[in-house]
Structures are given as structure tokens and as C-alpha cells.
């Protein structure tokens, strides 16, 4: 490369890095939970395939016109944005088996009551789920899934938060193993804003805390209320022996930073970063696995050890936009 050339390149090669790492791990500059961009990097999948393409056009563009200085930067910080997203996916695991655990957590969200209550009873009983968090499941729904399970041999309690204060009519219900003792809800839990969430205790207290979640989307304009629903599901994980699960609209990407002594997020883990399956996506399920973005989660305290977790692509076709998912955990 001529010298005159050198500069220039060296000088568009340096940006290009500072922006491959900025699109790559935006939360090391504190962007990650920012308008568009949380909904970006939701896709890491997708941006590693794009920024990959781009960068062979814009080689190829370099070689056919013979312009090495700035085009060729360009298109190294690309690849560096296709190949550092790729890594991040790769470290965080596409899926492993699942082991058997003491207690199965599994969660949909149904779209609105788009799954019919057969195919919802038919997910539990091949998961042989104790807890299901169902967002967008009404009362009557989860009463019909509970009515066929019952007649199956499988016992399990329902109940369903309606609203959320000044929010969306979206229920969110929850079906509880019998075998788990008698829940109820906790009224002064509260919920997160605009979609309902609910937290469930042991009326004995034996049982784990469990908290059905589905906080706000990250969509221009009610980033706010996404942010203030991440801050109460962080808020309910300062008992080490909870669960929750559910639609929580975000990646681990999303909790960098509301975690404390090395958790996620609050004092809970992610049962699908424990199990080496992060990148396995949920939503949309017009996407592959390996590109749809991983926003539905169980999260655990202390208490529990994850045996594993899966994204069950199985239930594509059932009406949805969600794929269910389900983690086996013991006590520990």
C-alpha cells in the first residue's frame, strides 16, 4: 500500500474497531438498554450475518475497483462485527441435552390465547412441567389446560393476574403443581408496569417463591417501562430460593448490569446461560433456532442448581410467535 494511502487506512481501520466492539458488546460503553439499539443487539444472530455479508460486498467492491485504503478497513471492522457476534453466540451454547432435575419450570407465551388449551396440556405433559408461567393466557384458558391435565392424572392449581396497573388487558397466568403444596398470590408483590407479572408463595412456606413475568417489549417510546419492568424482576430476585419465568422481552444482554455478587440479574441466574444455551432463540419462530432472539428465560436464586434447559421447537405450528421452553433444576 503506498504511503499516502497508509494513513488513512490506518486512521478508518482504528474507528471501524471502536465501532465493531460497540456493536458487538454495547453494554461495555453503557447503550445496551438504549432505544433500537436493545432491539438490535436482541438479534445477534442476524447482526453477525449481516455485518458478515456486508463485509465480503464491500471486499469485493475493494478488489473490482482496486481501492485498498478506506474500503479495506471498512471491511475488516464488518467482518470483526460478524466475527465477534458469532463468538459471543458461540461462548454462550445453541443448546446441550437436558438432564432430569427434582423440579421442571417450563414458560409459553401463547399470543394472546392463540394456542388452544389442548396444545398448551399436551406441552406439559411431554415436559412433565410442575410450574408453567403462561403470559397472554387468560383465566379461562388456563382453567380448560388445568380441567385436561386433571383428567390425564396430572393435578395442577391455576390462577391469572388480569391487568397490570395502567397497562395493556394481557393476562398472565401460571399453573402450579399440587404435589408443590397450596400457593397464593402475593397482592403486595406489585407487578411490572404495562404487562402483569405475578409472584406466587407456598402458603407454608415449603415451596420456592415463583414469579410468572412478562415485562414490557423494548419498543421506541415505552423503553422506560421495559427498564422499570427489569428493575422489579431484579427487585424479586433477592430471595435465593425463587424462580421466575416467563416472556421477560430481553437477552442476557439486557440484565448486564442489574446483577449483584456475580448474578444476572438481581441475585438470580439465567438457567439457559448455566446450561450453556443462551443463543438458542425463542422469538420469532419464522426464525430458525440459531436466529431468533432469546427473550424468554427462567431465572433461579441461589437455592437451585440447573440441571439444563431447552428451547422446544417442536410447537411451531401451534399458533404463536413464542416458542415454550423448559429447565429442570434442584435444590442445592
Known amino acids: ?128 412441567a410442575d410450574v408453567v408461567s403462561l403470559p397472554e393466557t387468560d383465566a379461562v384458558a388456563a382453567a380448560e389446560v388445568a380441567g385436561i391435565l386433571d383428567r390425564e392424572g396430572i393435578s395442577m392449581a391455576h390462577d391469572t393476574v388480569a391487568a397490570a396497573p395502567d397497562g395493556e388487558v394481557i393476562p398472565t397466568s401460571i399453573l402450579i403443581s399440587r404435589a408443590l403444596g397450596e400457593y397464593e398470590l402475593d397482592a403486595d408483590a406489585g407487578s411490572t408496569v404495562g404487562l402483569p407479572s405475578g409472584v406466587w408463595r407456598s402458603v407454608d412456606g415449603s415451596g420456592p417463591i415463583l414469579v410468572a413475568a412478562h415485562p414490557m417489549p423494548p419498543l421506541p417510546g415505552v423503553t422506560d417501562r421495559w427498564e422499570l419492568g427489569l428493575g422489579w424482576i431484579a427487585d424479586r430476585c433477592t430471595d435465593s430460593d425463587v424462580i421466575v419465568a416467563g416472556d421477560l422481552n430481553s437477552t442476557v444482554d439486557h440484565f448486564a448490569g442489574l446483577g449483584v455478587d456475580g448474578a444476572t440479574i438481581g441475585g438470580c441466574r439465567d438457567a439457559a446461560a448455566e446450561a450453556g444455551s443462551a443463543a438458542a432463540g425463542t422469538w420469532p419462530v419464522r426464525l430458525p433456532v440459531g436466529l431468533a432472539a432469546p427473550i424468554d428465560h427462567v431465572l433461579v436464586g441461589s437455592a437451585w442448581r440447573v440441571n439444563g434447559f431447552a428451547v422446544l421447537d417442536g410447537f411451531d405450528d401451534a399458533g404463536t410467535d413464542h416458542r415454550p421452553i423448559v429447565a429442570t433444576l434442584t435444590p442445592q
Open 1 to 128: 500500500m503506498p504511503k499516502h494511502r497508509r494513513f488513512p487506512f490506518l486512521l478508518a481501520l482504528a474507528g471501524g474497531s471502536v465501532a465493531a466492539f460497540v456493536v458487538v458488546w454495547p453494554q461495555g460503553v453503557g447503550i445496551h438498554r438504549l432505544p433500537l439499539v436493545a432491539n438490535a443487539i436482541s438479534l445477534r444472530a442476524l447482526l453477525a450475518l449481516g455485518f458478515g455479508v456486508a463485509a465480503l460486498l464491500v471486499a469485493g467492491v475493494a478488489v473490482w475497483r482496486r481501492r485498498w485504503g478506506v474500503a479495506a478497513a471498512l471491511s475488516i471492522a464488518l467482518a470483526m462485527a460478524s466475527v465477534g457476534n458469532g463468538a459471543v453466540l458461540l461462548a454462550r451454547g445453541g443448546g446441550a441435552p437436558v438432564q432430569p432435575g427434582e423440579l421442571t419450570i417450563a414458560a409459553w407465551n401463547t399470543y394472546g390465547g392463540s394456542v388452544t388449551p389442548e396444545t398448551i396440556a399436551r406441552m406439559v405433559r411431554e415436559t412433565g
